[in-house]
Structures are given as structure tokens and as C-alpha cells.
């Protein structure tokens, strides 16, 4: 753009001076008046875009809130699942083993009672005339009367087994409605997650996108009335050098023809007059150089010190959003992910393998193994920036989470991640969920200064250094 200014002002210089009208040096500074109007409708929007930012970001603020709060419930649902499943397989196991205890305890009655229906139907003078000996038959009638009252017991036994088995089926019907029940509001609570996800990332993006869009507008505009601004100083020079070129010449010429005698001494005064004017001007230059580099550094002072100011700014702004987000998060559930030492596990679930101990390789794991459930909500351990966010060699989709003084978060394992590089995230945010399929395994490894801690001590504790 610079080098399109330099040639128009080639041109306008090496025209005659009296087709250098009031229209070509007019031309720079209606443009430059242009583009500073324009630069000053500029500085209105991007006014307004900033007001616009601040409430999208007091909503995204609203969103983290009510994310931080549904990914709490629904981890405490997956709790309560877990139990009513694991109550489920009891009442089944339970079910099973007094089925197969009252069908052998009703064979055995059953032969005995059809063994008794059959002696009853022998009358008396029957049984007498029987080839068995008088004795056989006397023993025979007492193991009978001895057995009536036994069977008349185990009866009204197997009786009071029949009532605990439908007690213990009712059981079964009731947890298994409940278990429905568990499963469709986990269903709904998933559903209205990744409905405000969504939400969230529409937000982040929108507001980005602007930014960066009002950011290269201005600098374009800046830009060019700087230019704008130099090729008019420039003109000015230009036409001031040669109006003083042409009136020496015109004395020249004057005083040649008045003076020839003296043309000699007066080109020896004229010569030894150019060489201190061009000496003056050097000197000027060199005096004009230094006066730029010098405001220039001044110019450089001051962008640095509104830059740290700015950075101080923002660092406050965020200390008080992640207040305000904490102040607005309702308190986590007892049933949902333990919190240890100002931090919360990544997801709920059954610990595996602890920090120190051998893993399913037979390797000294140096983080924290959880089973849990399918699909199950993955949140921030802690609030800080998301540094890494995707695949990784063997370990799958991983997220590294930088919490600041040191520390960061590594947790592997996921099915998805929702969230990005450089995001801001606050503690029990949700970043991603877990694979759909099985009892998945979330790993969760805890760094401070590039070594592995272990996590259940949580930050600011100095022992448990791992293996690097």
C-alpha cells in the first residue's frame, strides 16, 4: 500500500507547476478525512461489540454455572444406579437360591405325601390279609403316624418359604422400576447437558469471531491513515524544495545578467551558501531521526505499560468470575465425586488402582484408575486453561488441564471431548464424557513441576513424588 502512495507522489512532483491544482493535494486529505471517519465509526462499534461481549460472557458465566450444577447431579444419579444395580444382582442371586431350595424341598413332599395316599387307600381287613407279617404292618402304621406331624411341620415351612420368596420378588419388581426410573432421569439430565453445551460453545465462538473481525477492521484503517498521513507531509516537502530550487535559479539568472563581471565569485558564494545548506540539513535530519527513534521508544514505553495494565485488568476480571462461578455453584452432592484438598476427581465412580500401586501391566501407576459408568460426565478437577485437548499416542483422547503454581491435570480414557484448546474452565466444569459402551476406565494423573503427586493428597502437598 505504501509503495501505491510513493508513486502518486512521483507523479504530482514531476508535473509543470501550474497544473498542480488545489484537486491532487486535496485528494490525500479527503481520503485521510475518510478514513478517520471511518476510524471513529470504528471506535463506536467496536464500543458496542466490547458492551455486547461482557453480557454474552455474564451469560457463558450463567451457562458454567448450570453446567457445574447438572454434571454434579448426574454423577450423583450414577451413584444411586450403581447401588440400585448392584442391589438388583443381590435380590436376583437371593431369588435364584430359594427357587432351587423349595423345588427340592416340594419333591421330597410331594413323593412322601403320594406314598401316604397310598397306604390310606388300603382298608383294614385288606391289610390284614397282606403277606407281610403282623409285626411289618405294626411298624409300618406307627412310621406313618410319626410322619404325619413331620410332614404337617416341613409343610407349614415350605409355606413360610413360599411367602419370603414373593416378598423377596416384590423386592425385585419395586428396585427394578426404580432402577427405570434412575436410568431415565440420567438419560434426561445427559440430554440437558449437551443441550447447554452446545449453548456454550455457539457463545465462545460467536464472541471470538467478532472480536478478531472488529480487531482487524481497526488495525486496516490504522494503518492506513498512517500512510495517509506521511505521503501529504511528504508532498508538502516536495513542493517547498522545488518552489526554492526555482526562485534560486530565477536569481541566479538575474544576477548573472546584471553582474558578469562578478559571475565568478558569486558561483564561489553560491556554491560554498549550497554546501552549508546541505550541511544544515543534514544536520537537521540527523535531529529529526533522533527525535522519531526517541518518541518511538516513548510510543513503545507506553504500549508496554498499557499492555502489563491490560494483563492486570484481565487477571482481576477472571479472579472475579471464577468467584462469582464459585459463589453461584450449588453445593456438590454427597454422593458425587469426592473432593480432596481444594479439588474434585474427574468423574464418579469405583477407585481401581491408587497412586504407587501396580496397574493391569504390572507398571507402578503413578495416577489414579476409576471404573465408571457409560457415557458418564467427565468435569475439571480444578479450575484453570485447557493446554492439550485431543488424541494422543496409545492413550486415546486425553485432556491437560494447567491449574497454575505448577500444577496440571491428565486425564485419559475419554469418548469426547467438549471443550478446546485455551479455554478457561472453571472447578467441576464439564470438559467431556466417557465412552458409550461397558464400565469405562478414566485415568487421572496429577503433576506439579513435571512430576507425578498423587492425586487423592490433592494440590499443595509436597510428598508422594512418583517416577517422572
Known amino acids: 500500500m505504501l509503495a501505491g502512495f510513493v508513486v502518486i507522489a ?3 512532483l514531476v508535473q509543470p507547476a501550474n497544473a498542480q491544482g488545489g484537486a491532487q493535494p486535496d485528494a490525500p486529505k479527503d481520503t485521510l478525512k475518510r478514513v478517520e471517519q471511518q476510524l471513529q465509526t470504528g471506535k463506536q462499534r467496536q464500543q458496542q461489540l466490547e458492551r455486547q461481549s461482557q453480557a454474552l460472557q455474564t451469560e457463558l ?12 447431579q448426574a454423577q450423583g444419579q450414577e451413584q444411586a444406579l450403581d447401588q440400585l444395580e448392584d442391589s438388583l444382582t443381590t435380590l436376583e442371586a437371593e431369588e435364584r437360591e430359594r427357587s432351587a431350595s423349595l423345588d427340592g424341598e416340594r419333591q421330597q413332599i410331594a413323593t412322601l405325601l ?32 410319626d410322619a404325619v406331624p413331620a410332614l404337617r411341620a416341613r409343610a407349614d415351612a415350605l409355606a413360610q418359604a413360599l411367602t419370603a420368596l414373593a416378598d423377596t420378588r416384590g423386592k425385585l419388581v419395586d428396585r427394578r422400576s426404580k432402577a427405570l426410573a434412575a436410568r431415565v432421569a440420567l438419560a434426561e439430565k ?33 494503518g492506513q491513515a498512517v500512510d495517509l498521513r506521511q505521503l501529504m507531509e511528504r508532498i508538502e516537502a516536495e513542493r517547498r524544495a522545488a518552489a526554492e530550487a526555482a526562485a534560486r535559479r530565477e536569481a541566479e539568472r538575474i544576477e548573472a545578467e546584471r553582474r558578469e563581471a562578478a559571475r565568478r ?39 508496554k505499560a498499557a499492555e502489563e495494565l491490560r494483563a492486570k485488568e484481565e487477571a482481576a476480571r477472571e479472579a472475579a468470575r471464577e468467584r462469582d462461578l464459585a459463589a453461584r455453584a450449588p453445593n456438590r452432592a454427597a454422593d458425587g465425586p469426592p473432593a480432596v484438598a481444594g479439588m474434585v476427581l474427574p468423574a464418579a465412580g469405583r477407585l481401581t488402582t491408587r497412586f504407587g500401586e501396580a496397574d493391569r501391566f504390572g507398571a507402578t501407576s503413578r495416577g489414579v484408575t476409576v471404573q465408571t459408568r457409560a457415557a458418564a460426565a467427565v468435569v475439571a478437577p480444578r479450575s484453570g486453561t485447557i493446554v492439550f485437548a485431543g488424541p494422543f499416542k496409545g492413550y486415546g483422547l486425553i ?30 466444569e464439564p470438559l467431556a464424557v466417557m465412552p458409550p459402551d461397558g464400565n469405562p476406565d478414566l485415568y487421572f494423573e496429577l503433576r506439579r513441576n513435571g512430576q507425578p503427586i498423587n492425586p487423592q493428597r490433592g494440590f499443595g502437598a509436597p510428598e508422594g513424588k512418583g517416577q517422572g
Open 10 to 12: 512521483g507523479l504530482i
Open 265 to 303: 565569485e558569486a558561483e564561489k558564494r553560491e556554491a560554498e551558501r549550497r554546501l552549508a545548506a546541505r550541511k544544515e540539513a543534514e544536520r537537521k535530519d540527523a535531529e529529526r531521526k533522533l527525535a522519531d527513534l526517541r518518541a518511538a521508544e516513548q510510543k513503545l514505553a507506553e504500549q
Open 61 to 72: 458465566d450463567d451457562l458454567r454455572g448450570r453446567l457445574i450444577g447438572l454434571a454434579d
Open 114 to 145: 403320594g406314598a401316604l395316599q397310598r397306604l390310606a387307600r388300603i382298608p383294614p381287613e385288606a391289610a390284614l390279609a397282606r403277606p407281610e407279617s403282623p409285626v411289618d404292618t405294626l411298624r409300618s402304621a406307627l412310621l406313618l403316624r
Open 399 to 428: 485432556l491437560i488441564v494447567e491449574h497454575g503454581n505448577g500444577y496440571h491435570s491428565l486425564i485419559a480414557g475419554l469418548g469426547r471431548i467438549d471443550t478446546a484448546v485455551g479455554r478457561k474452565v472453571a472447578s467441576g
Open 190 to 222: 445427559q440430554g440437558e447437558m449437551n443441550r447447554l453445551i452446545a449453548r456454550r460453545e455457539e457463545l465462545s465462538r460467536q464472541t471470538e469471531e467478532e472480536r478478531v473481525q472488529v480487531g482487524q477492521r481497526m488495525a486496516n484503517l490504522s
